[in-house]
């Protein structure tokens, strides 16, 4: 996976799908979805972005001239990438909600009781 992160450019670009690697640096300006989509899913494992985007069976299909080796799992395990949340950043976006709703209860509360004044004084004039 080192290997193929550092072929990560529009002269020189692979990708890993399925723990295979290929070299699309051809096929970047064909793409239909742009060279960018491409060029964001080196480095990593891009199995996930391949499937998302919903590729016919002709595009895997064409995927497999473009396949110049499989990944090397032996050395190290692939690991998923996981995002960590802890106790303290739900507390902190809670309190921030807090801090909001304290702050902003004055607006709708003048407004009712602009309307509430106004509509006495509507009454009174009649």
């Given at each position: 996976m080192q290997e193929a992160s550092q072929h990560?450019?529009?002269d020189d670009c692979w990708v890993v799908i399925d723990c295979k690697v290929y070299d699309v640096t051809s096929?970047?300006?064909e793409h239909p979805g742009g060279d960018d989509v491409v060029l964001v899913a080196t480095g990593?494992?891009?199995t996930a972005d391949f499937e998302d985007a919903g590729h016919s069976e002709s595009a895997k299909e064409l995927m497999q001239s473009?396949?110049?080796g499989e990944l090397d799992t032996s050395s190290s395990p692939i690991i998923p990438e996981l995002k960590i949340s802890s106790k303290k950043e739900t507390t902190e976006y809670s309190q921030k909600l807090m801090?909001?709703?304290k702050q902003y209860w004055t607006i709708p509360v003048t407004i009712v009781g602009i309307s509430m004044v106004v509509?006495?004084?509507y009454m009174y004039k009649k």
């Open positions: 990560n450019t529009k096929y970047l300006d990593k494992d891009a473009f396949c110049i801090d909001l709703t509509g006495f004084l």
